[in-house]
Nanobody, 118 residues
């Protein structure tokens, strides 16, 4: 059973930056496409960034140019560098494996709260 543990969230002012980390258990991390999702209050969970096993990346339009996803296969960890944060980025952020059609692979972790507020 793969476990996902997100960290690095917190409270930040508009325009600020945060770096999220997600530690993934198991020995097969390197073969999975991984993604960061977020769920804002009253909204559905959405995929905002994806990185393939070959390190190809893509982003939702809402975060393109501001967020960067990366992975370290030696550490079984996926990262999300978030810059120029906006109020609308406030959400609980989750990582998960991503299927070819954008669905999640594993059971969800606890997520990490990111709050952008002045």
């Amino acid at each position: 059973q793969v476990q996902l543990v997100e960290s690095g969230g917190g409270l930040v002012q508009p325009g600020g930056s945060l770096r999220l980390s997600c530690a993934v258990s198991g020995s097969m991390f390197r073969i999975y496409n991984m993604g960061w999702y977020r769920q804002a209050p009253g909204k559905q969970r959405e995929l905002v960034a994806r990185i393939t096993s070959a390190d190809n990346t893509n982003y939702a339009d809402s975060v393109k140019g501001r967020f960067t996803i990366s992975r370290d296969n030696a550490k079984n960890t996926v990262y999300l560098q978030m810059m120029s944060l906006k109020l609308d980025d406030t959400a609980v952020y989750y990582c998960n494996g991503v299927t070819t059609v954008g669905g999640s692979i594993f059971s969800w972790g606890q997520g990490i709260q990111v709050t952008v507020s002045s």
